[in-house]
């Protein structure tokens, strides 16, 4: 499975964006995409799950200004973000789980000046 990762940019306080990834190298729903960031000299830390039937999970203090949402049957993710705080400043992670595998893509920074 093969993960690209885009959307990301610079962004003011209280903008709102939109990043995509899109999963590719399998003919079947992968089993759960997700995201998750790491923001300058901190731990990766999950922003959110969804399964291929549509379940979401969130990270803790994720809920709120973040949705994750997924094409239905299909191996394409968003997150939105709503309210951007400069503490969303990362390296946003496309992360899959298929067949008891773990996938990575590259990443999608994100900026956000105040």
């Known amino acids: 499975v093969r993960l690209q990762a885009s959307g990301g940019g610079l962004v003011q306080s209280g903008g709102s964006l939109r990043l995509s990834c899109v999963a590719s190298g399998t003919g079947a729903s992968v089993d759960i995409m997700g995201w998750y960031r790491q923001a300058p000299g901190k731990q990766l830390e999950l922003v959110a799950t969804?399964?291929?039937?549509?379940?979401?999970k969130y990270g803790d203090s994720m809920k709120g200004r973040f949705t994750i949402s997924r094409d239905h049957g299909e191996n394409t993710m968003y997150l939105h973000i709503n309210n951007l705080k400069p503490e969303d400043t990362a390296v946003y992670y496309c992360?899959?789980?298929?067949?008891?595998?773990?996938?990575w893509g590259q990443g999608t920074k994100v900026t956000v000046s105040s």
């Open positions: 969804i399964t291929a039937g549509g379940v979401a």
């Open positions: 992360n899959a789980q298929h067949n008891f595998k773990t996938y």
